[in-house]
Each structure stands twice: as structure tokens, then as C-alpha cells.
């Protein structure tokens, strides 16, 4: 089925996104299926594969899990649905694991002759018009779609957040949120048990934009202690 940009049976073929994660071309037996999305903080711009939390992550019980990281850079929570949709009848994911983008960012869908949709920032000029109440009401309709395609796969979710953290569990007390801590406000921090030392700045990424190891690390770190014994 294919409307527009929209698919879930469109094949995810790595010559056309940079995912970092094996070729599902063949299909690996055994194992679930877990599917990490999200946006250049979860691909790891200005990073090495090993040095992104989605990476970290994925050293989790590899006896019983397989990882995919499908995060893009550049995309938004509507993105984020989308690359969902497309791995229905591809990764057939068991478990989903969203590092939700910015709320303010946008697809802009008026260019029927690319391939995929443009990525605005909360800034562009396009998107003057919007507010803080439109930017909740679309990330509340990109994350209603992710949970209605869960409850249809009998996926189990789990939501994180790069930059700052939205409260959904107050919609949903059930959801399975890293609350409090994002991959921004994770680091620096100060550890007595084996830090012995306090950090003051921000690590970046190679690029000098995006965030450090250390974050990746942290953040990693915090997802695993909350989430551990539901990953299986």
C-alpha cells in the first residue's frame, strides 16, 4: 500500500538511506526485531557507529534481539512515522525504540518530484504561522500513530527524547518513557561513585555541533537502567 510519501510496503534499501545498521537483504531467522528511530542525534552525526547510544543500546541480550538503527538526520517526529510505516512488512519490528526530534520540526510535502519529503527546522520562514500548541498537537498525532501501528503489530514502544523531554505520560500512564532525562541535559553530571569529578561542559561531536560520546554513553547508560528487563 503506497499513498504519497506515505508506504508499508515500500522496500528499505540501504543504497537509498545511510542507515547505520546490517542489510536486512536477506532477512536474518531468529530473533526479534527492534527498530531504533529518530534524527541525526540517534543516526550520530560528527560520530562513529560504536560511539552512538543507538549502538550502545544494541550491545542489550543480542541471544534474543536483533537492532536497526533507522534514524535519519534532519528528520522530524512526522519523519519518524513515516520510516516506522515503511518497515511493516520489511523488519516486521517486535520492539520500537523512538528518540523523539524536536517537536518544532516539520515535513514540507509540496515537491511531488522527490523522493521524500523536505526536513524544516522550527525556524524556517515556512512555518511561521505555527505555535507551541501546533507543534504539541503534531508530535501528539505523530506519537498516536506510532502507538495505534504498535497495537496493530503487538510491538511493545519505548520513547526517549534528544532535546527536551515532553510529559506524554500524562496521556498515556502505561507508555514507556525515559522521563526527566534527554540526550541534551544527560551530560554533564556528576557521578561520586565514579566520576570523582565534576564536569562543567558539554562534549561535542566531531562536527562541533551535535553531542559527544559522553552523552551517547549517559544517555545509553539511563535507558538501559530504566529498561532493561522489558528489552527481550
Known amino acids: 500500500m503506497k499513498y504519497g510519501y506515505y508506504s508499508d510496503s515500500e522496500p528499505l534499501a540501504l543504497r537509498e538511506y ?12 531468529g530473533k526479534k526485531n527492534v527498530v531504533i528511530l529518530g534524527c541525526s542525534h540517534t543516526w550520530g552525526v560528527g560520530l562513529e557507529p560504536h560511539e552512538t547510544w ?3 543500546v544494541s ?11 533507522l534514524g535519519q538526520p534532519g528528520y522530524s517526529p512526522e ?7 515503511k518497515t511493516e512488512k520489511t523488519l516486521h519490528p517486535n520492539i520500537i525504540i523512538i528518540c523523539w526530534p524536536a517537536e518544532s520540526r516539520r515535513e514540507w510535502l509540496d515537491n511531488e518530484s522527490s523522493r521524500n519529503p523536505e526536513n524544516l527546522m522550527g525556524t524556517d520562514e515556512k512555518l ?4 507551541d500548541v501546533t507543534d504539541r498537537q503534531t508530535f501528539l498525532k505523530s506519537l498516536f500513530f506510532v502507538e495505534k501501528f504498535a497495537e496493530k503489530q503487538q510491538a511493545k ?4 527524547f534528544a ?22 541535559n544527560c551530560w554533564p553530571h556528576w557521578d561520586k561513585f565514579t566520576a570523582r569529578q565534576l564536569h562543567s561542559k558539554p562534549s ?3 562536527d562541533g555541533m551535535h553531542y559527544g560520546e559522553e552523552h551517547h554513553e549517559r544517555f545509553a547508560q539511563l535507558f538501559l537502567e530504566k529498561f532493561r528487563n522489558k528489552l527481550r
Open 128 to 131: 511561521q504561522h505555527h505555535n
Open 204 to 206: 561535542r561531536a566531531r
Open 18 to 29: 545511510p542507515f547505520r545498521c546490517p542489510s536486512w537483504d536477506p532477512m536474518p531467522d
Open 163 to 184: 532535546d527536551t523531554h515532553v510529559d506524554i505520560k500524562k496521556h498515556n500512564p502505561q507508555l514507556n518513557v525515559l522521563e526527566e532525562y534527554t540526550l541534551r
Open 157 to 160: 514502544t519505548f520513547h526517549c
Open 79 to 85: 519523519g519518524v512515522v513515516r520510516m516506522l510505516y
Open 59 to 69: 550491545q542489550h541480550n543480542t541471544k534474543a534481539l536483533r537492532y536497526w538503527n
Open 54 to 56: 543507538a549502538h550502545k
